[in-house]
Structure formats: C-alpha cells, structure tokens
C-alpha cells in the first residue's frame, strides 16, 4: 500500500487549499449574511453561485469519483480514484457547509449521481444525471422513515404498486436532505414493490419522482440539534400520496432496491469520513489558535497540561484515522466496494466517535464561544454527532463487523 500523493493528486491538493484560502472561508460570512436576506432561507445565496463559478474554472469541480465508464471524465469531471480523492475531500471539510457545495461534491447529490451513472438507463442519465453533473439542479434521496427502525432497511413500509403503465407510492419519510431547497428536482425513493417475497432485500424497488409530481408534498424541515442545514438543502419529511410516475422511472429492476442502497452508500459512507477528518483539522487549528490567544490563572491555555493533552490527542487520533480512511479508498479502488467491506465499516464506526470527541475538546477549550455562533465548533460538532446515525447507525455497523470476525473462527 502507497498511499504517496501522485503528480495529479498533488496538483490538484494545491489548487484546491489556494481555493479555500483566496475564495471559500472568506465567503462563510457573506454566505451567512446574504442567506438572512433572501426571502426563503433554502435559496442559494449568490456568493455560492460565485464560488461554483470559480471552481469550474479551476477544474475543480465533480472531483468525486465517478464510474469513468458511464461518464467520460473529460466532459463531466475529474474521474478520479477514492485513494485521489480521500485528501481532496478532506479538505473541502474545513468548511463542510460550503466547499463541498462549491464543488458540486455534496451529499446526497454525489451518492445520487453514482447511483444513476451505474444503475440509470441512458434516458434517466440524460434527463436527471447530466444536469446534476453540471449542478443545473439538484436532488435528493429518500429512504428514511419516522414509523419503522430505518437502521434496518428492509423495514421500509412506503409502498410502491404497478398500476398498468405507472407505479403508485404511497408513504411517508423524514430526514429526506436537500428536499428543502427549491433547486431539487427529483427524488430517488425506495419502497416496496413486492411486500411478500421470500427473500425480504427483494422487496424493495427504486424509482425516479420528479419534484412537480402531484401527490408530492414536502411538509417541513426537520432540524439537527436545532441546525437546519441550510447548505445542504435541509433535512426534510416528504409525503408520498398516491404519487403515480411512468414504469420507464424505475431505476434498474424491480426488487433491486436494496442491492442498489447497499452500492449507493459504501461510497457515501467513505466520502463523510475524508470530510469529517478536515472538519477535525479544523477543529485543532482553532485549538490551536485559542489556546495561544487567551490566558487563565496566569499564564497561556496553551502551558495548561489539559489543553496540551486534548491538542496531542487529537492529532493521534486524526492521524490514525487518515490512514485506515486511505487504505480503504485503496481497497476501494483494487478489489471493489465489496472488498473492502470491512474497512468501510471500521471508518464509518471509528471516524465520527473520534472527530465527535474531538470537536468536544474544542467546544470546551472555547468555553461559552464553543457553543456560539461566533465559531464554527457548535454546528461542526451536530453534524459530526449526527454522522454516527446517517448511513447507518454505529451499533449497525459494529453488528455487521463483529459477525465476519466471528465467522473465521467457527
């Protein structure tokens, strides 16, 4: 395992850092005030739209790894691997809210758009996937449900039912991000199409629903520790009422729902720990600073043992958690998602937890302006908390890991 920069890799690692110097962190207080005056707060403000802008003509835009063979690189993106990526992404979260935005590398859109690329017909792929690639609009996923333990996915009760040339769904989900903003267009919704079958993961079916769908109805923004992700569209409950689209919006084939949520999130689940690893970055740079401003019972924060220790600690654990990150991307790329199943769930176990108790250690070095909304810290850390549910749960995980340990024993 090399997981040495390449020549491109390392190019593109210092455009995008000049990037957040010169363009992104400046724009977190403009985004901040230019969103209070627009007249719906999911609206993108204008300073977003400049940035996506600038990153374009960097080449700094659809850096996520893509399926090279369903999207030629040169038109729509970097194509890269996940070992190119992994340190990218990790930059872009020192400033989650807006860098993964500003280079079309947002949740749920990038999962979205693997999805489609590996799974899309070719007319879905034109009419949703390329547009998406040139963030004309954007989209959300919608998979969750307030009345059954989602952390099992076969529990899905939303119902989707063929009726001659469409199919009709029937449900209710929450928590469904970016359906807030007015900018998403479709919905990718999982549901049951065949409640009965034997087998309960080929019960679920995906399909296509266009925002404008009657029946649709998007009824409120769920908060987050009472964060309302405005960068990422929102967190919102959506109500499917007898909500009918065309057979032809079934993405792959019926009773592949679940098969196809298991390929969308390895990705997704690798892609919030690179970002979760800069938002720890961040978190010890503003220690850091802090500790060496301020002064307590006579001397600097930065001589008090305690603050030594959260500083040392932070970046054991930071450098740690980089490496399995890297080696699963590595794992990722060599011998497929599938592969490297394991490793993702090791990461997606580990890296939340630590970065949760990172971002703990600096809410506390900062005292009442940890939980301000004069730093970062306070949302850094409901987003990072939050990671330990989203894509599956850490007990989830744990459970899935532990029996493949135990299995090579029996």
Known sequence: ????????????????????????????????????????????????????????????????????????????????????????????????????????????????????????????????????????????????????????????????????????????????????????????????????????????????????????????????????????????????????VPVGNLIGEEGGGFAIAQARLGPGRIHHCMRLIGMAERAIELMCRRALERTAFGKPLAGQGQVQAWIADARVQVEQLRLLVLKTAWLMDTVGNRGAHTEIQAIKIATPRAVVRILDDAVQLHGAGGVSQDFPLAELWAAARTLRLADGPDEVHQRSLARRELKRYR
């Open 1 to 244: 395992m090399d997981f040495a920069f390449d020549a491109r890799t390392e190019e593109l690692r210092e455009r995008l850092l000049a990037f957040m110097d010169a363009h992104v962190r400046p724009a977190e207080a403009v985004a901040a005030q230019q969103r209070a005056a627009l007249d719906s707060p999911w609206r993108t403000p204008e300073v977003v739209r400049e940035l996506q802008a600038t990153a374009r003509k960097l080449g700094l835009w659809n850096l996520f790894f893509v399926d090279q063979h369903s999207l030629p690189d040169e038109e729509y993106g970097a194509g890269l691997t996940n070992l190119q990526y992994a340190p990218l992404a990790e930059i872009t979260g020192h400033s989650p809210q807006l860098a993964p935005t500003a280079l079309n590398c947002a949740a749920p859109d990038t999962g979205n758009m693997e999805l489609l690329a590996q799974f899309g017909s070719p007319e879905q792929r034109e009419r949703w996937l390329v547009p998406l690639l040139s963030g004309e609009i954007r989209s959300a996923f919608a998979m969750t449900e307030p009345e059954v333990a989602s952390s099992d996915a076969t529990n899905i009760g939303t119902r989707i039912r063929r009726d001659g040339d469409h199919y009709v769904i029937t449900g209710r989900k929450w928590y469904i991000s970016g359906a807030m903003n007015p900018e998403c267009a479709v919905f990718i919704v999982m549901g049951k199409t065949d409640p009965d079958a034997e087998d309960v993961r080929r019960q679920q079916s995906m399909v296509l629903v266009p925002r404008d769908t009657p029946g649709l109805q998007v009824r409120r923004a769920m908060t987050v520790y009472g964060y309302e992700d405005h960068y990422h569209g929102g967190h919102a409950e959506v109500v499917f009422d007898d909500v009918r």
